[in-house]
């Protein structure tokens, strides 16, 4: 009973029914705004929540962690800018759907379906979450190391064209990823002796400018064309459309709580690892992927919602946070005097299922907000290309800026925006550049924890993978998921379906 009351806090005080609802609204806004993270949100949300009860502030933080992670969607769909980095997969097909003049359905797919994985990922957290932690804990750095070759072979699918091309890019987004200070060793790497070089390449403004500014470098070459008008008839999906999707839904979902719940991960590799599991398995797509698939916004937008739960179940369970977010939410905790783990389970399961009732809530509101305001937002693509390509650069600077105030980051932005188009402008794919910056971190980091920790013995790595049924799986996913991508495969099943 104590449990149930907890859960219907939120529901039954006022107060703390308004913070989420506020909370969740400004989430998604920020989240919309590129360079505005739901990390830098909830972070100076602290400041501001000091002096409150722990209750008031953390559901003030979860409103602003669900609709932050959603709000990425809609410049990835109307604009071709990804709001986060978990909305990179969401771009691929919502901005060709904004392209034809479905930016209204296609908003309205990715706010049902990101209800639909938030859901699930907090029906895991609530029923399943020492079970999934367990599981969890068991990933050695080997395995995180595997995740990571794992992601970096989708190049495949995120690379429309040629899969050399696509090879090309994502190693060269490996290669910016590691440029600065090696934090094992803090010797510097790819710096050449340039001090600007030593703090890194903001992957922020690599992601704003690969999508945004080339984007609207791209919208010169057809300025005087008219806009397109938008079909805003039907915002929310029919039954029919959410029935035919609820396989891949609960998969991606499912993927998604799996990732969100491996510390140092989070949503946009989650929404990644979706999206290419759906072009794997759907053998009929709406339109081909990559030119508006209504299953290209399915997977992602399931999975990165789903992976918000599973980034509180390491944080709930073990005190090790599943992503930055829950990260800084644990800082939270300890300021109010809360010890989050084991003992917080065991001492004050209380807190834990008010947290479960502040996700449910938000989610609900997340939802609601999702679905208002579309026809409004509809109305940035109807803009006159003279009006629209100033508006996406100015969006672009803002958004560079705004990570680490700094004129630096707005001048890489604009450097690998006009590298962007001449990328796009010669067939080269932009995703595997930003999934190589994402990865290259965790595979590097990994690779080198997992050889300190076998004494640099690469006999002893390779039978820990060997030995490992874990890691077995894993490595046996990589060869199968390799092999699917060269075209000695892509011969054997054409002979394959020509002698059936």
Known sequence: MDALMAFLTVFTQPQLLLLVAAG???GVYVGAIPGLSVTMAVSI???FTFSWDVLPAISLMIGVYMGGVYGGSRTAILLNIPGAPSAIATAMDGYPM???GEAGEAIGITTVMSFFGGFVGIAVLALLAPTVSDFAIRFQPRDYMLIAVLGILLVGSLS????VKGIFAGALGIGIGAVGMDPLTFTE???FDIPLLRGGISFIAV??????VSEALMQLHNIDTPAIKQKISRIVPSFGTIRKHLPLSLQTSSLGVLIGALPGTGGDIAALMAYDHAKRVTKSPSRPFGQGAIEGLVAPETANN??????FIPMMTLGIPGDAVTA???GALFIHGLNPGPLLMVDQPDMFWFIVGALVTANCFMLLFGLTGIKLFTRIVEMPRAVLIPLILLLSIVGAYAVNNAITDVYWMLGFGVFGYFMRHYGYPLGPVILGVILSRLLDDNWRRAIISEREDLGRFFYGIVTSPLSLCLLVAVILIFVSQTPLWTRFRKKESSAK
């Open 328 to 330: 800084i939410m644990i």
């Open 160 to 163: 429309s064209g040629s899969l």
């Open 98 to 100: 904004a392209q034809r």
């Open 24 to 26: 969740t609204f400004a």
């Open 45 to 47: 949300l602290i400041s």
């Open 207 to 212: 992601m704003i400018g690969m999508f945004g």
């Open 189 to 191: 790497r790819f710096t």
């Open 306 to 311: 789903a992976a918000v739960g599973g980034a």
